[in-house]
């Protein structure tokens, strides 16, 4: 099946360390985004990449990184520098940056103890 | 400012019944806009979709209305069934002509069908 994949599903975090989720897509799409979700909001754009290697901040990067080095993978790594990271996030793709429909991942949930 | 809103963030309807759920936007550079569902603890799913150059379009059982003179969008859903309860999100792109085809998202509407 294509799709998108998150790993893991549930993620706990000590205060000051980094932790890095997983997203991989079988879709060969060149896009590739990553959304915070808090309750009762919206979802917030951290970081988008439009092809490998390229990638750009969205509305609230800040405490946050991210790779591309394959077109499949688009990793997030949340940092100790993320001062309110407990959140729900989500990785979604789309064919290309101009193409306005977008799949997403079942999400991963941190918590930070 | 400009966003992308829900006038109402929970509705409660009957099993059977119809249920419309409302998203206002006040970009009218706005030129694509998308309907997603999200159960609990799940990503979003794509419902359906609407481009400007168009009023209505409809999909099964689902149909979405854009009205441009008042920027408002809506989603109707025929004969609601429990399975249909959740998170309903409104999406757009307000950057027409821009090779940069980021969504803004609604806050969403939480749909809970009673039996």
């Known amino acids: 099946d294509g799709g998108i994949t998150q790993s893991p599903k549930y993620l706990f975090r000590k205060e000051g360390q980094n932790v890095t989720l997983s997203c991989e897509q079988n879709?060969?799409?060149?896009?590739m985004y990553w959304y915070r979700q808090d309750p009762g909001q919206g979802l917030r754009l951290i970081y988008y990449s439009q092809i490998v290697n390229d990638f750009q901040k969205g509305d609230i990067a800040e405490g946050y990184s991210v790779s591309r080095e394959k077109k499949e993978s688009f990793p997030l790594t949340v940092t100790s520098a993320q001062k309110n990271p407990t959140a729900f996030y989500l990785c979604?793709?789309?064919?290309?940056?101009?193409?306005?429909?977008?799949?997403f991942g079942p999400g991963t949930r941190l918590t930070v103890l | 400012g400009e966003s992308v809103g829900l006038h109402l963030p929970t509705l409660s309807v009957q099993e059977g019944d119809n249920s419309i759920i409302n998203c206002a936007y006040s970009n009218s550079a706005s030129d694509y806009f998308i309907w997603y569902k999200q159960e609990s603890g799940k990503g979003p799913q794509f419902i359906i979709d609407?481009?400007?150059?168009?009023d209505k379009r409809q999909g099964q059982r689902v149909t979405v209305l854009l009205n441009k003179t008042v920027k408002h969008l809506s989603l109707q859903i025929a004969a609601t069934q429990p399975g249909d309860s959740a998170v309903y999100f409104c999406a757009e792109n307000r950057d027409r002509g821009s090779t940069l085809g980021r969504l803004y998202f609604g806050r969403g509407t939480q749909l809970t069908v009673w039996p």
């Open positions: 609407i481009r400007s150059n168009m």
């Open positions: 979604a793709s789309s064919i290309s940056l101009a193409w306005n429909e977008q799949f």
């Open positions: 879709l060969n799409h060149d896009a």
